[in-house]
């Protein structure tokens, strides 16, 4: 076997281990959305919060894509120096569908108030997120148990 055919062999076997090792898991990219999610929130980056949100998105409050983008306008014009503090529970991957279960605390200032918008001290909000993947990238289409505050 010649040097060249070993190299070509080397690099059909060895490229693909290293892809597979390196390439995100579906849970990783699931997490890494909630903590991108989060950081947009707190930066009141509303094209970034709607990036992880899918067009078809609907929910048991009536809301869709469009109605939260105008609520979470509406929000940031009257919140400041929002956190969020949000522990992931358990997320369940099933094909090109997801369920993520967080508990949830939002903490903001409006004028000199500031205090717990979501949860509280003592008690997150828990909430349970469906999302679904387009190509690789996973969007948020349901949300269940965070109260409409905007």
Known sequence: MSKKSVIILSILIIFPIIIYLLWPSDENRIKKLFREGAKAVENENIDD??????????????LTYLYIKEGMGQAFQRLDDIMIEYEIKNIEIKDKTAAAELDIRVIASSGNDAGYIIGDAAKPVHAVFSLEKVRTKWLVIKTKGIPLYF
């Open 49 to 62: 919060v709607m990036s992880k949100v899918s067009f078809n998105y609907s929910d048991e409050y009536g």
